[in-house]
């Protein structure tokens, strides 16, 4: 997140006004402590230490146009668009196994970008990563085995389960 800020805000920066005496004490700590190069530096963390702060207890759908066709959410997909939702089973149209009969009639499904979950924590777009399958069955019981998990959560998981959930049943 504060690399895609930086990234995107080089050379744009807004000027914020503060107090004189508050300049003043950010001043005297950033020289005292000499862990921020610069103040803005000092500034800019607090900033962001804050949105984090305020995202986390603010919780706001992450959403971005169809990847594929480029639509907002709420509008039909262009022609083609390979998200194209079935208008019967809802599924991707172009894998479902529905035939054109099936569809005759039906309205088209608008884009709306249905975010992965974490099936524990409930964060959205948890980073992918990937484990052996072995190891995910091992620590992950069974009825969370086809849910996404975050890796704090399966983390979590491997610690709660240090020899994999199903020694439970030999203590
Ligand atoms: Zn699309
Ligand atoms: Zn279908
Ligand atoms: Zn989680």
């Known amino acids: 997140m504060a690399e895609h800020i930086i990234k ?10 503060l107090p004189t005496p508050l300049i003043q ?4 700590i950033v020289k005292e402590w000499r862990y921020w190069p610069t103040k803005t530096d000092f500034v800019r963390e607090a900033v962001l230490q804050r949105l984090a702060t ?12 169809c990847h594929d066709c480029g639509v907002k959410e709420g509008e039909l997909h262009k022609d083609g668009c390979d998200m194209e939702r ?11 196994d529905c035939s054109d009969a099936d569809l005759e009639g039906l309205p088209r499904i608008p ?3 249905v975010p992965n979950l974490c ?20 620590y992950i019981i069974p009825p969370l085995q086809d849910k996404v998990l975050c890796l704090a959560c399966y983390e979590d ?15």
């Open 25 to 28: 004490e950010v001043d005297k």
């Open 119 to 138: 099936a524990l924590c409930g964060i959205q777009w948890p980073d992918l990563f990937t484990v052996p399958d072995e190891e995910w069955q091992k």
């Open 157 to 171: 998981q491997k610690k709660l389960f240090p020899n994999g959930w199903a020694s439970v049943n030999r203590q």
């Open 54 to 65: 305020y995202r986390k207890n603010n919780p706001q759908r992450i959403t971005w146009p």
């Open 111 to 113: 884009y709306i970008l």
């Open 8 to 17: 995107n805000g080089r050379g744009q920066f807004s000027t914020i006004s």
């Open 86 to 96: 079935c208008p019967k089973c809802g599924r991707q149209l172009i894998t479902c």
